[in-house]
C-alpha cells in the first residue's frame, strides 16, 4: 500500500483498519500502554487545540469569501462586540461601528442590505496563514496576506496587496475576530500594474467623506509600497523561537474526564479521524490544481469516485473518470507543451467533514493565469463546491461543482473585458445538461454555500435579488452528500480494540499539527523573502540544509545558505528598500509528513510580484522543499525552486515572456552545479512530483 494511501486509514471502519495501520509500524510500543483518563485528557486537550486552529482558518477564509459578493451582514456577524477593526478608511470600534462601516462605506448600501449588484468585482484573496493559538487557548494571533482585484466594469480597475495581522478570540465556544489591522503593501492601477502610487492611478487610501465616520484615524506605521514599510510580526521566528508552534503544550489543564474509558474514547476517535480528513482533503484539491497545471488530464480525473461528477461553469455534467478527462482534456494536449500556459492557483479551502467521517464537502477558489504564447492570455477566478466520499480508506471527489466569477483577457483586464461562459461543447457533448442558468461577471452571482456562518451559525443572507443563488442550488449544496454504500454503522471501540485506536487517534492528532506547523513555517519563508530579511530566512533552515533558487546552483549548510542569501539573492542588503518591491506569494502548498512525524515534502507554489525603477514585472515557480523536526521545532531541510515564467507586467506573459535564467553567481560560487536545468515558458517542461496519486498510488 503506497505512503499516501496508508497514512490516514481509517481506525472507524472496523479492526482490521486499525491493524493495518499498527502493523506498518505506525505506533510502535504505545500499543501496549493502557487507556485511562489521563492518557484520553491529553489526547482531548490536543483535539480541542487542533479544532481550534481548524475553526480559526475557517473563519478567516469566510471572511473573504463573504467580502467578495457584498455579504456585509455575514461579515460583520464575524466579529466579536467589542471588536476593533483599523481599515484603511479608519479605525472602528465596536461590531455596530464596524458594520455600519461594511454596510454604509464599503458596500454603499443600506443597513441590512446585501451584495455587490452588476458590475462590480470585490475579490479578496485570503492566503499564507501563520497562526497561532495563546496560552490558554481562548484567544488567538494570525497573520495572513490578502490580494485583491476589484474595479468597476467599463471603470477603473485595482491591484491590491496588503498584510491582516488579526486577534482572535473564543466567545462561548466559537471563534470570533477580535481585532484587525490591515497594513496596505500596495494599491495600483490594473493598466500600469504594481509601480509607485505616484506613477500610478490607484490609490492605497480610502475616501474621505464616509457616510459613516470611524470612531479614530487609522494608525498604522507606514502605508506600504513604495516606502520600505515592515508590517509588525506577532510570532518570533519560526527557526528559533515559540513562533515555530501551533500551540505551546502546557497539559491537557482544566479537562478531567471521567466515566467509562472506552465510552469516552470513541467520539475522540471519530473526532482525530475529522481532523485529518480535513488536511488530506485540502491536499486533494491542491494535487488536483497541479496535475490540471501540467496537463495531466488523466491523473486529474483518476482523483474521482466511479461514479463522480464534474460540471464546470456552464459546460454539462461529466460522469465518470473517463468523461471527465475527455472533459478536461478541452483544455490543451496532455502535458500541454511548448507555449501553453494552464496554470490555476487553489486557493481558500474551507473543509467540512461529515459526522460519520466518510463524507465531506469544501468550498475553495481558483485564480487562472493561461494563454498560449502569441496568441492569447487569460485572467480567470472562481468558486468551487464539491462533495468527497472516502472509500477503502481513500478520499476521492464524488462531485466537482466550478463557479467562474469572472473571465478577461489579458489585454482589457476585468474592467475592460468579460467574457461569457460557454456552453456545452460539440466536440465532446455533456452527459447532462447544467444544473443550474446563471451569468458571470459584469453580472453578480454568488455560489451557494455549503455551511452556515461559522461565528453566528447561521445560513448565509444571500442579496433579495441580482446574485442570489436559485433555491434548488442551495438545496444542492447544503444536502447531505450520500455514499454509494449507505450510511455504514459506526464501528464500535470496546476493550479488545480502544488502546490501538487511542494511539493511532493520538498519532493522527499530532500529524495535523505538523502539517500546520510546516504551513506557518512555508508562510513565513515567504513574508521574510518578501522584505529582504535573510537573517531571519536562514534561521528557519536546519543544520544539514540546501538551497537551489533560479539555476543558481546548490548552496549546502546553513552558513552557505545565509551567504547566498545576502550576497547572491538579496545583493548585499537587509530590509525592505524604498521604491522596491519584491513580494514572493507563497501558495497551495501540498504537505506530505511522514508517518513518524520527523520529516515532511511540500510541494507549493509562489508568485512574484516586482517593481524596480518604475517597471513592474512578474513570475512564477514550483517549490519542491523538505523539512525536519528539529529539538521538536519543524525546520526546512531542501528548498528548491523551479521557476516557470517571468514577464513584464506591460506585455505580460502571451508576449513579453522572459526566458532569462541567472545561473551560478561568479562572485559567491554554488558549492554544486544545478541538481535539474530547465528552461522557462514558452518552454514547457514537467516538474516533479514528490507524491504519489492518491488513489492509483502511481506517478506522473
Same mark, same amino acid.
Given at each position: ?237 519560526? *527557526? @528559533?523561537?515559540?513562533? !515555530?508552534?501551533?500551540? +505551546?503544550? #502546557? %497539559? &491537557?489543564?482544566? =479537562? $478531567? ?50 461514479? *463522480? @461528477?464534474?460540471?464546470? !461553469?456552464?459546460?454539462? +455534467?461529466? #460522469? %465518470? &473518470?473517463?468523461? =471527465? $478527462? ?55 477566478? !472562481? ?318
Amino acid at each position: 500500500m503506497p505512503e499516501a494511501r496508508a497514512r490516514f486509514v481509517s481506525v472507524l471502519t472496523g479492526v482490521l483498519a486499525v491493524v493495518s495501520v499498527f502493523a506498518l509500524g505506525a505506533v510502535p510500543s504505545v500499543l501496549a500502554q493502557p487507556v485511562d483518563h489521563a492518557a484520553l485528557d491529553a489526547l482531548e486537550a490536543d483535539i480541542v487545540r487542533a479544532e481550534d486552529v481548524s475553526a480559526i482558518k475557517r473563519l478567516q477564509r469566510a471572511y473573504g469569501y463573504y467580502l467578495d459578493k457584498g455579504m456585509w451582514a455575514d461579515l460583520a456577524a464575524l466579529f466579536a462586540d467589542d471588536a476593533v477593526a483599523n481599515y484603511p478608511a479608519g479605525v472602528f470600534v465596536g461590531i455596530d461601528s464596524i458594520g455600519r462601516h461594511l454596510f454604509l462605506n464599503v458596500g454603499g448600501v443600506e443597513i441590512g442590505e446585501t451584495g455587490l449588484g452588476g458590475g462590480r468585482l470585490y475579490n479578496h484573496m485570503s492566503i499564507q496563514p501563520v497562526v497561532h493559538l495563546d496560552p490558554g487557548g481562548e484567544t488567538a494571533k494570525g497573520r495572513w496576506r490578502a490580494v485583491a482585484m476589484f474595479g468597476n466594469f467599463g471603470g477603473t480597475g485595482t491591484w491590491a496587496e496588503g498584510v491582516y495581522e488579526m486577534t482572535y478570540v473564543k466567545d462561548d465556544g466559537v471563534w470570533k475576530i477580535r481585532t484587525l489591522d490591515y497594513h496596505s503593501g500596495f494599491a495600483a492601477a490594473y493598466e500600469t500594474g504594481w509601480v509607485p502610487p505616484e506613477e500610478s492611478a490607484g490609490s492605497p487610501r480610502g475616501p474621505r467623506n464616509l457616510p459613516h465616520a470611524p470612531d479614530r484615524p487609522r494608525d498604522m506605521p507606514c502605508e506600504g509600497f513604495p516606502a520600505a514599510c515592515l508590517a509588525p510580526f506577532h510570532y518570533d521566528n519560526p *527557526g @528559533t523561537g515559540d513562533g !515555530g508552534f501551533l500551540w +505551546v503544550d #502546557r %497539559g &491537557p489543564g482544566a =479537562i $478531567e474526564g471521567s466515566g467509562d474509558v472506552t465510552e469516552r474514547a470513541e467520539p475522540l476517535v471519530l473526532r482525530a479521524e475529522r481532523l485529518a480528513a480535513e488536511t488530506e482533503i485540502e491536499n486533494l484539491q491542491r494535487i488536483y490544481g497541479f496535475y490540471v497545471d501540467q496537463g495531466h488530464w488523466s491523473e486529474a480525473a483518476s482523483l474521482f469516485a466511479e461514479s *463522480g @461528477t464534474i460540471e464546470i !461553469g456552464l459546460q454539462g +455534467v461529466y #460522469r %465518470g &473518470p473517463e468523461r =471527465i $478527462e475527455r472533459l478536461l482534456s478541452l483544455e490543451g494536449p496532455h502535458g500541454l507543451g511548448d507555449g501553453w500556459l494552464n496554470d490555476r492557483v487553489q486557493l481558500q479551502i474551507v473543509v467540512t467533514v461529515g459526522e460519520d467521517g466518510r463524507t465531506a464537502k469544501s468550498r475553495s477558489r481558483e485564480l487562472g493565469m493561461t494563454g498560449v504564447y502569441e496568441s492569447h492570455a487569460h485572467w480567470s477566478e !472562481g468558486i468551487y463546491e464539491n462533495t468527497y466520499i472516502k472509500e477503502d480508506g481513500v478520499w476521492k471527489y464524488r462531485s466537482m461543482r466550478f463557479y467562474p466569477t469572472f473571465v478577461a483577457s489579458y489585454e482589457g483586464g476585468w474592467t475592460g473585458d468579460a467574457q461569457p461562459l460557454p456552453g456545452p461543447s460539440d466536440t465532446a457533448p455533456p452527459d447532462a445538461l447544467p444544473t443550474e442558468i446563471y451569468e458571470i461577471y459584469p453580472a453578480a452571482h454568488i455560489p451557494p454555500y455549503h455551511y452556515v456562518n461559522p461565528a453566528s451559525g447561521t445560513e448565509p443572507v444571500y442579496p433579495a435579488g441580482a446574485g442570489r443563488p436559485s433555491r434548488a442550488a442551495i438545496r444542492a449544496a447544503t444536502a447531505r452528500v450520500e455514499h454509494p454504500d449507505g450510511r455504514a454503522p459506526r464501528f464500535r471501540l470496546d476493550e479488545s480494540n480502544v488502546a490501538g485506536a487511542v494511539a493511532e487517534a493520538a498519532r493522527l492528532v499530532a500529524r495535523f499539527r505538523d502539517y500546520h506547523e510546516i504551513e506557518n513555517l512555508e508562510s513565513a519563508y515567504g513574508f521574510y523573502l518578501d522584505k529582504n530579511l535573510w537573517d531571519d530566512l536562514a534561521d528557519l533552515f536546519a543544520a544539514d540544509s540546501s538551497m537551489e533558487l533560479a539555476q543558481r546552483g546548490i548552496y549546502s549548510g546553513p552558513g552557505r545558505v545565509r551567504g547566498f542569501l545576502l550576497n547572491v539573492f538579496g545583493r548585499g542588503g537587509e530590509g525592505p528598500v524604498e521604491g522596491q518591491l519584491g513580494n514572493h506569494l507563497q501558495w497551495q502548498p501540498v504537505i506530505t509528513v511522514s508517518p513518524d512525524g520527523t520529516t515532511a515534502k511540500i510541494r507549493s507554489r509562489m508568485f512574484q510580484q516586482m517593481s524596480r525603477g518604475g517597471r513592474a514585472s512578474m513570475g512564477a515557480a514550483i517549490y519542491e522543499n523538505e523539512a525536519v523536526k528539529e529539538d521538536g521545532r519543524w525546520k526546512l531541510s531542501s528548498v528548491h525552486a523551479y521557476n516557470t515564467w517571468g514577464a513584464g507586467y506591460d506585455t505580460g506573459w502571451v508576449t513579453g515572456a522572459s526566458g532569462f535564467v541567472p545561473g551560478p553567481s561568479a562572485d559567491f560560487p554554488p558549492d554544486a552545479p544545478p541538481s535539474f536545468e530547465f528552461q522557462m515558458w514558452p518552454n514547457v517542461y514537467q516538474k516533479p512530483y514528490h507524491y504519489e496519486h492518491p488513489v492509483t498510488g502511481d506517478r506522473p
